[in-house]
């Protein structure tokens, strides 16, 4: 299973669009995939609540733990990643819920956006250990349906290669550590 995140708590996200064009086009190909909105429910990191986390903390970490790969689709927000998705992370610190975890981060902004985000997500995945792999595919707004979703099928199609990809990395136990990948770009 794979399980897809959104760092946007925006419902009408482009981010959180192309993770579901994912999944849509994920699943015609058999894959299970999982949406995750537990971003938004998330209380506060507090270290002293690691012995005991709260049960949405629990059920996050668990979903992580579960699934075979992870896709992330997190915007830019003032050169970094957003407050609440970086509070998601901190909470698998402890459990180790993404540790050698095959990660897709992907990059749906323009050319030349995204960056500064990109980056500082590289370090925080390093810091968990986590199996990173990035993949840019830039959509605008104007390829999406009025209800904001992304329907085009050659973008769905491309949408599901990258979890594809993500799932065959998962299924095949290649695991690499970040490190050894960062200047293989």
């Known amino acids: 299973m794979i399980l897809t995140v959104s760092g946007s708590l925006k419902r009408s996200s482009i981010n959180s669009a192309a993770l579901r064009a994912a999944a849509y086009g994920a699943a015609r190909s058999g894959i299970v995939v999982t949406i995750d909105d537990s971003v938004r429910h998330l209380p506060h990191f507090d270290p002293d609540l690691e ?5 949405s903390v629990r059920r996050f970490r668990v979903a992580c733990e579960a699934s075979s790969g ?8 003032a050169f970094g990643i957003p407050g609440a998705f970086k509070n998601a992370l901190d909470w698998t610190v402890g459990s180790g819920s993404l540790y050698r975890k095959p990660v ?4 749906v ?3 030349g956006r995204g ?3 990109r980056a500082a997500l590289e370090l925080v995945l390093t810091a968990l250990d986590a199996d990173v792999t990035l993949h840019s595919m830039p959509i ?3 390829e999406r349906a009025a209800d904001g979703e992304i329907v085009d099928p050659q973008i769905v199609d491309q949408l599901k290669a990258v979890v594809v990809a ?3 990395r998962a299924g095949s136990g290649d695991a690499q550590p970040l490190l050894s990948r960062l200047g293989d770009k």
Not at 70 to 77: G, H, M, Q, R
Not at 104 to 107: A, P
């Open 166 to 168: 993500l799932a065959r």
């Open 51 to 55: 012995a005991a986390p709260p049960a």
């Open 70 to 77: 992870v896709l992330l689709a997190v915007p830019e927000y």
């Open 140 to 142: 605008g707004h104007g």
């Open 115 to 117: 960056t500064h985000v």
């Open 109 to 111: 902004a323009p050319p």
């Open 104 to 107: 897709t981060l992907l990059n």
